[in-house]
């Protein structure tokens, strides 16, 4: 829980209506912490106010009270309740205008600014006192002072100083969260069209799945055959039928896809299946998923986190509205005719052309004819010379022929083979012509040689075509395809089960975003009427840029629980209300609490150690002499019955914990307390009260052990 000063105003009322402004607090639930308990009295009320100060202190809620007493008393004494006097310390404010004022006996006092509001001088001690912080040290440091009464006088800086002030950082917040900045709106990932895998396709009997089925079949029976074409018992056994059924499965991936988009076209629908849809689906042999339900639980979750980051990223509120506008139009359901340019994606044209007309199988390679050439050579070393040779280069032109003619389709043989018999002929006539006396122990090795060549060179040839033929008829490609047009269908399917869904998905995203550009132009008429009214310049503060961004929240939670129904403009219009309604309340929570305190709707947080790039003038300002000039609260008049004392002054130093690693470098003033906010600093100097100048009493001796 955030720590924080409550406080209650006693001014300006009688006793009856104080004892029962002191229940009231005691007993408001919405008031959990009461530890820190700031009283705002008039100094003659604070004896007749005993029973609310003895109420207050015998709950035992509160476990600090520091009670500001305006003005002089009845007599010459300040009278204190007994029971105040022995459980709070009271800040003495003679005059609540003040004078400056150099701390020492006998030093002459000047009279403030005219142009000041009167109470300006009490305002800015009630607001720093509402800081924790703050809060605390002065209250030990009341408790030293002999009788707990001291004058307050203070040097500060920063923020502060009314109303006024506030609007000008509030003019701030609204213009930087209305800020129309370039660049992309914040990315949203809660939920979305989403892409790629879904559940696989249910089947059923029909023409479309067997046509799927024929397809697969169709491509696993040429898998397995263009698998073992490269092999010897390919090229020696029968034709292999691998080229019908590459055909046969192009004609059947054809037929799929024109299929499907015959399908999708027919389907057609952005607000789900009609009854007709669904039976022309299912008589085909697809079996939709059922419709989605809309959650909006999931949604609202969703929508939320992504408020919350975003405005904790002080993302203005037109990127926000410009995300939320296209997430809508996300959403809204495309329908299964757009997903039709998938199909072309997924089975293009140039895939069909090579599996229905498969390139004829590859011709001899260049180099055949060398390894022809080489066998018919060796067989011309044999006792029969030129005839050897002659017979080998038979031998090997029918071996080359067979692996043309055994190829997928038959083959291209033309030159390819007439220069293959060339070689090998001509290599075996001219090794039996012109090499002669051949020893005889060697014929067997050539005869062996020659036909290992042959048959070597016409297996490596055939295994090269047929593995080269295999991979460009575009089996793989084709099965994955067939996977890519299925997943078209999975995709479409999804958009036909999520339409309704999605529509209603996307019509929550546009109520949130017309609540939201509603209070934006709440935010834009406010800050106007600031711009009329003020005439200093925006004071940023992050604090109330932060604050403003827990209002937009605060405005958009019920719209959040509300997402799944009303109009946008019924949305819009609650917006509008709520953000006039926050911000009139926090004008308020201003006028009795100051502009530290956190309002209501504000959200707890880690106080902020940002850097501030004021931070050396805010420590200079809590580094300041306690004993120079200052804003007392009294009139010169008072000045008498204040005690300066010959040693050290009680003070409260105070700076933003920015400073810290300024202070880490030994550049801050000693003592010093770190504050949450990061805008304030200064020096708060509690005078002592001359002894004798006040007195305290019970109500009857009953209740003396107060």
């Known amino acids: 829980m955030r720590a924080r000063v409550v406080q209650l105003q006693l001014r300006g009322i009688g006793p009856a209506e104080a004892l029962e402004r002191a229940g009231a607090l005691l007993a408001n639930s919405e008031e959990p912490d009461l530890t820190r308990l700031l009283i705002l009295d008039e100094a003659r009320s604070l004896h007749a106010h005993q029973e609310a100060y003895e109420e207050l ?25 007994g029971s105040l006097a022995q459980g709070a310390g009271v800040l003495w404010v003679l005059n609540p205008g003040g004078v400056n004022w150099r701390l020492a006996a006998g030093a002459p006092a000047t009279r403030r600014d005219s142009r000041e509001d009167r109470d300006t001088g009490l305002v800015r001690l009630v607001e720093v006192l509402t800081i924790p912080e703050v809060f605390d040290q002065a209250h030990r440091l009341l408790e030293r002072i002999p009788g707990g009464v001291a004058n307050p006088g203070h040097r500060l800086a920063g923020a502060g100083g009314g109303p006024s002030e506030f609007q000008l950082g509030l003019l701030a917040a609204i213009e930087q969260t209305l800020e129309r ?3 992309p709106a914040p990315a949203f990932g809660g939920f979305g069209r989403g892409s790629g895998a879904s559940r696989p396709v249910e089947f059923q009997p ?51 896809r024109e299929d499907l988009r015959i399908l999708l076209d027919e389907a057609h629908s952005t607000s789900g299946l009609t009854a007709a849809q669904y039976e022309t689906l299912t008589r085909a042999g697809i079996v939709p998923l059922d419709a989605e339900d809309f959650d909006a639980t999931r949604t609202r979750t969703a929508l939320d986190g992504y408020l919350r980051e975003a405005l904790d990223r002080e993302t203005p509120l037109p990127k926000l509205s410009e995300r939320l506008s296209g997430l809508a139009d996300e959403l809204v359901p495309r329908g299964s005719r757009a997903h039709t340019a998938a199909l072309d994606e997924a089975c293009p044209d140039s895939l069909l052309e090579r599996l229905r007309s498969p390139e004829p199988f590859p011709g001899p390679e260049p180099w055949l004819p060398g390894v022809g050439l080489v066998a018919g050579a060796l067989a011309g070393l044999t006792p029969f010379g030129p005839v050897s040779g002659a017979v080998m280069g038979v031998l090997w032109t029918l071996l080359v022929a067979l692996t043309v003619v055994r190829g997928p389709g038959g083959g291209r043989a033309h030159l390819g083979l007439g220069l293959n018999a060339a070689a090998a002929v001509g290599g075996g006539v001219a090794a039996g012509v012109l090499v002669t ?39 793989a490609e084709a099965g994955r395809s067939l996977e890519e047009l299925l997943s078209v269908l999975g995709r479409a399917d999804r958009e036909w089960a999520q339409a309704t869904a999605r529509l209603n998905t996307s019509d929550a995203v546009v109520r949130l975003r017309v609540a939201l550009d509603r209070a934006a132009q709440e935010l834009e008429a406010r800050g106007a009427d600031l711009r009329r009214e003020l005439s200093g310049p925006p004071n940023p503060d992050p604090a109330l840029r932060r604050q403003l961004g827990d209002l937009v929240l605060a405005v958009l ?65 809590a580094a300041q002499n306690p004993h120079d000039v200052m804003w007392q609260l009294c009139s010169a008049d008072d000045l008498a019955l204040l005690d300066p004392g010959h040693g050290q002054v009680p003070v409260v130093r105070f700076a933003p914990r920015s400073g810290l690693a300024a202070a880490a470098e030994g550049r801050s003033a000693a003592e010093m307390v770190w504050i949450s906010s990061a805008q304030h600093a200064g020096v708060l100097r509690l005078v002592p009260i001359r002894p004798g100048m006040t007195s305290t009493s019970w109500t009857d001796e009953k209740e003396a052990w107060r």
Not at 61 to 80: N, Q, R, Y
Not at 567 to 586: I, N
Not at 603 to 615: G, I, K, L, Q, Y
């Open 57 to 81: 202190l015998r709950s035992r809620f509160t476990d600090a009270i520091v009670s500001v007493a305006v003005g002089h008393g009845d007599g010459t004494k300040l009278e204190l309740p």
């Open 437 to 475: 006396g051949t020893s005889p122990a060697l014929w067997p090795l050539a005869l062996v040689g020659a036909l290992a060549v042959a048959i070597t060179g016409t297996l490596l040839s055939w295994r090269s075509r047929a593995t080269h033929w295999a991979a460009e008829a575009g089996l």
């Open 557 to 621: 939670e019920p719209r959040l629980r509300e997402l799944s129904s009303g109009s946008p403009g019924e949305h819009g219009d609650a917006a509008a209300r709520a953000t006039e309604d926050l911000l009139r309340l926090w004008d308020d929570h201003v006028s009795e609490h100051g502009p530290i305190e956190p309002p209501p709707f504000a959200v707890d947080r880690e106080p902020s150690v940002a850097a501030n790039p004021h931070t050396e003038d805010l420590l200079r300002a």
């Open 181 to 183: 900045r370039p660049g």
């Open 206 to 256: 029909g023409p479309f799945t067997r046509r799927v089925n024929g397809c697969a079949e169709a491509l696993a029976g040429a898998g397995e055959l263009a698998e073992t074409l490269p092999e010897p018992s390919a090229l020696l056994g029968s034709p292999s039928p691998v080229r019908e059924l590459v055909v046969e499965a192009g004609e059947y991936l054809l037929n799929v």
